[in-house]
């Protein structure tokens, strides 16, 4: 009598091989949501994601320009950010939207780009609120 593989076997027996397994468990992994990574303080991970949604034609994450700005900032890459939020600005002035929120984060990533007389400028387009007034105030003491 011939020896069986072990492979035949396992197939004989409705055992699954590896391969099939690791198929199984490539084809069962859901894509990545950046919500998850920005959850977790993941701000590397949640700007990879946005960034490589933002090259796609059929993104299907709303507001993805706006997550990418918040996550570069939070990363600390401020001119990133800066360029994010100024291009939400131009874009939303186009659109007739309320970008006032848009001029305080622009406002804030100049502050510490250390554009004091920029930043100056940004917060006062901004909304009169309790962060314009915080922008304002810390710029007073940089003149």
Same mark, same amino acid.
């Given at each position: 009598m011939m020896m069986s593989s072990k492979f035949a076997r396992n197939r004989r027996r409705g055992k699954a091989t590896k391969h099939q397994v690791h198929t199984a468990a490539r084809a069962s992994k859901k894509k990545p949501d950046f919500k998850d990574f920005i959850a977790k303080a993941d701000w590397t !991970? %949640?700007?990879v994601?946005?960034?490589h949604e933002k090259s796609q034609t059929d993104s299907k994450v709303e507001d993805a320009q706006e997550w990418l700005a918040?996550? %570069?900032y939070h990363l !600390?890459?401020?001119k990133k950010a800066l360029d994010e939020y100024t291009e939400l600005v131009e874009s939303g002035e186009k659109a007739g939207k309320d970008v006032g929120a848009y001029?305080? %984060?622009r406002a804030s990533?100049?502050?510490y780009l250390q554009?004091?007389?920029e930043a100056?400028? %940004?917060a006062k387009r901004g909304p009169e609120n309790a962060l314009q007034n915080r922008i304002l105030f810390h710029l007073s003491h940089r003149q």
């Open positions: !991970g %949640a700007l994601l946005l960034e918040y996550s %570069a !600390g890459d401020y001029h305080l %984060a990533c100049l502050y554009m004091f007389d100056k400028e %940004a």
